[in-house]
Nanobody
Framework: QVHLVESGGGLVQAGGSLRLSCAASGQTSNNCAMGWFRQAPGKEREVVAAISWSGLDTYYTDSVKGRFTISRDNAKNTVYLQMNTLKPEDTSVYYC????????????????????WGQGTQVTVSS
């Protein structure tokens, strides 16, 4: 079992920045690939970024490339999402997700590939 808690969401003006954190607890001694997803009202949950257990490989959805950065600190069992140049269309509930993996350099970009999810944190970008 892995328990995930997100933090760092809030209200920000367009062009501003936020840093989300996801603290993992439980069986985190096992290799876990991580991802950030978001879901706006009336829309499906979509991947934002993903990172391999090693941290060496990352994935970004096209709409956030060059603006968002995913990173992790395995010593702290924490994954981060630095979000810069935020836009109103980034407004969503952001979720952290985790899954065990035996491949240190693989990321996972589909919602169905993750077993563990956090409760979500609201990000609102005003225009």
């Amino acid at each position: 079992q892995v328990h995930l808690v997100e933090s760092g969401g809030g209200l920000v003006q367009a062009g501003g920045s936020l840093r989300l954190s996801c603290a993992a607890s439980g069986q985190t001694s096992n290799n876990c690939a991580m991802g950030w997803f978001r879901q706006a009202p009336g829309k499906e949950r979509e991947v934002v970024a993903a990172i391999s257990w090693s941290g060496l490989d990352t994935y970004y959805t096209d709409s956030v490339k060059g603006r968002f950065t995913i990173s992790r600190d395995n010593a702290k069992n924490t994954v981060y999402l630095q979000m810069n140049t935020l836009k109103p269309e980034d407004t969503s509930v952001y979720y952290c997700a985790a899954r065990f993996t035996s491949v240190g350099r693989r990321y996972y970009s589909q919602t169905g590939e993750y077993r563990y999810w956090g409760q979500g944190t609201q990000v609102t970008v005003s225009s």
